[in-house]
DNA sequence: TAGATATTTAGATTTATATCTAAATATTAC
DNA sequence: GTAATATTTAGATATAAATCTAAATATCTA
C-alpha cells in the first residue's frame, strides 16, 4: 500500500538509512551503529523498511544484510506524476 | 521538510483530498462533505495539508477555498530521484 | 446589530509510533 | 554441545496523531 511507503520514509531515521544504502548493502548491525539508538530500535525501523519493501533482506552467516530496492520508488513517482498532470 | 510531506501523504483521508483538488478548487465544506468524519476533524487534515504546503488556502467571502500546490510534488520527485541512480 | 452559515480552534480521549530493557533465536567456532 | 556474536522479538512506557464534542471566529444578510 502506498500509505505504507509514505508512512515509512516519514521518519528521518529509515529515511537515513535509506539514504546509506545506496551506496550498498550493509549488515543489520552496520546500520546501527551509525545511529545512538539502541539495536533494537533500529532493528524495529528495519522491519518497517522491509514491509513496506524499501528493502530486500538477506541472511549470509551471522549477519544480515540489507539493500535497496528501488522499484517501489518507481511506484511512488507514479503517484506523484497524478499531480503534475 | 521532506519528513512533514510524507507524513502529511500518509494518511489515506488526506491522498483523498488531494486527488480530488486535481479537479480543481473546493470549499472546505465541499471537502468535508466528502468523508464521514466531522467538519472538525477534516479541518485538521486540511490544516496538516497547508502546514505541509501541499495546498494553497485562500478565503472567498464566507468559504474557505482550498487548491493544490505542485510544486512540493516536485521537491519529493527529486529526493526519489537519487534512489534510482 | 442580531441571526444564520462556514470554518477553525481548544480540550479530551483513543489509537498508533518510537524507544528502551530483557529475553529469544540463529549462526559460528571451539 | 557450549560459548560468543549478530540480530530480532516481546513487553513496557512515553510521545505523537486522529478523532470527537463544544466553543470561538469570521462573514453575510436581513
Known amino acids: 500500500m502506498i500509505g505504507d511507503t ?6 528521518k531515521t529509515r529515511r537515513e538509512i535509506l ?5 550498498g548493502e550493509m549488515t543489520a548491525g552496520e546500520i546501527a551503529d551509525k ?3 539502541r539495536h533494537a530500535t533500529v532493528s524495529h525501523h528495519l522491519k518497517i523498511l522491509k514491509d513496506a519493501k524499501l528493502v ?3 541472511r549470509k ?3 544480515i ?6 522499484t517501489v520508488f518507481q511506484d511512488i513517482m507514479a503517484w506523484l506524476m497524478k499531480f503534475n498532470d
Chains 1, 2 share one sequence.
Open 56 to 58: 530486500f533482506v538477506e
Open 61 to 63: 552467516g551471522q549477519n
Open 35 to 37: 545511529f545512538a539508538t
Open 65 to 70: 544484510i540489507y539493500s535497496l530496492n528501488t
Open 6 to 11: 509514505f508512512r515509512a520514509l516519514s521518519d
Open 19 to 23: 539514504m546509506m544504502l545506496r551506496d
